[in-house]
């Protein structure tokens, strides 16, 4: 028998909750009982995004709303400032360049947060850009940025704010109002503890009127069509109704427990999976870790690749591999959704006892000591 952990960073367990839910006969999507979830589902959505602007919602994984925020905001021949500090930062250039857009990339060293003056000095140094794009946890390098402030930062400028938040949502904090984002963007499979299939959007004024005279392409992804239907509390295709009754039930579950102690939670167990892994004298590739993801290097002479697929494949326990030029050289534990204490312990317990098998010298037990002790030195909420 073998009980599996999925400690990835998206997707992310579900809560049987959520499970059982979205188990139910499927209702109709335009019928007063559906559009009474749908309205449900967005003010709970403002919540978590924290925001009093609308938030369009698309049937696609979470790139969808990241391409809808390029082809939204701009117009052929606009400019755009993309900040690439791994795999997600450069996937906004690889959207830019396919709607043919001209991106000013700010090129952050994997693994270190962008400096916000960075902006500021691309800002200056080219007039008129319309968009600035940007992560708030990179989660191929288990990263947060300091948004609120690159946000202080853009206010000032023509330039639309984008925040891709789809792993830090829920994890890291986010002010999308506060902070003046004007696209903040998330998917379902992380923090919001559903399966893959939604993308959403909190859009800005200052958003909405560079959307309102956009000229790129875009029929799908198109915001003004989405804005229009959800006057009427409708989505313009048809609405994919398990994931809208699973979601009404995971906010239910995120907002009884409250945002600001699901931030906290996050918080905990990271660094109770930092601690851990450097007990073990490993060290985090990260410079500014974020709470969603820990970042580990491989140690010398440790197959990482191996790492991985032996805790998955002998154990059970899923975490992620590097990625891009991390293959190998990285694994990541998440710590993101439907996740708390013990499941870090279960994470370094396997972490442990797989190094240990592959040669690796260590103290059994040192890496779960270290992430007991910071359970017992924060209190529990
Ligand atoms: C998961 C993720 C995405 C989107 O991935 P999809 O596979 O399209 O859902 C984008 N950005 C970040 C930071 C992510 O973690």
């Known amino acids: ?53 609308d938030i369009c919602v698309f049937t696609s994984s979470g790139t969808g709303a990241m391409e809808a925020s390029v082809a939204n905001l701009l117009s052929p021949g606009d400019k755009a400032i993309v900040v690439q500090g791994g795999k997600f930062g450069e996937r906004f250039g690889e959207l830019c360049k396919a709607y043919g857009i001209e991106f000013i990339p700010i090129d952050v060293e994997w693994g270190k947060a962008v400096d916000p003056s960075e902006v500021k000095k691309a800002l200056d140094k080219n007039k008129g850009v319309s968009a600035v794009y940007t992560t708030l946890s990179e989660t191929s390098t288990g990263t947060v940025n300091d948004i609120k402030s690159i946000g202080a930062i853009v206010k000032d400028y023509d330039a639309a704010l984008v925040v891709d938040a789809i792993s830090g949502l829920g994890a890291d904090d986010l002010q999308t109002d ?16 559903i399966p893959p299939g939604l993308a959403f959007t909190a859009v800005s004024k200052k958003a909405w009127k560079k959307a309102e005279v956009s000229k790129l392409s875009k029929y799908y992804f198109s915001l003004k069509k989405y804005k229009k239907a959800l006057e009427e509390n409708d989505t313009p295709f048809t609405s994919a109704v398990s994931l809208f009754v699973g979601l009404q039930k995971s906010l239910e579950i995120i907002l009884n427990e409250g945002l600001d102690n699901v931030l906290a939670r996050h918080s905990k167990m990271a660094k109770a999976a930092r601690e851990g892994v450097r007990a073990l004298g490993l060290a985090i590739y990260s410079s500014s870790p974020s709470n969603a993801v820990t970042p580990v290097n491989v140690p010398a002479g440790i197959d990482g690749e191996l790492l991985v697929k032996t805790m998955r494949d002998k154990y059970g326990v899923t975490v992620a591999g590097g990625q891009s030029e991390l293959k190998g050289r990285i694994f990541r534990i998440a710590h993101l959704g439907f996740m708390e204490n013990f499941d870090c312990i279960v994470a370094m317990s396997a972490l442990e006892i797989v190094l240990t098998e592959m040669g690796y010298k260590l103290e059994p037990g040192r890496g779960v000591g270290a992430a007991e002790k910071i359970i017992l030195e924060i209190p529990h909420r």
């Open 1 to 53: 028998m073998k009980k599996n952990y999925l400690m990835t960073p998206g997707p992310t367990p579900v809560p049987p909750d959520v499970l059982l839910e979205m188990a139910k006969p499927i209702i109709h999507h335009r019928t007063p009982q559906y559009q009474a979830i749908f309205k449900k589902v967005n003010e709970g959505l403002k919540t978590v995004f924290k925001t009093t602007n």
């Open 178 to 193: 506060a902070w003046g984002v004007d696209m903040a963007l998330s998917g379902s499979q992380k923090g919001l503890m």
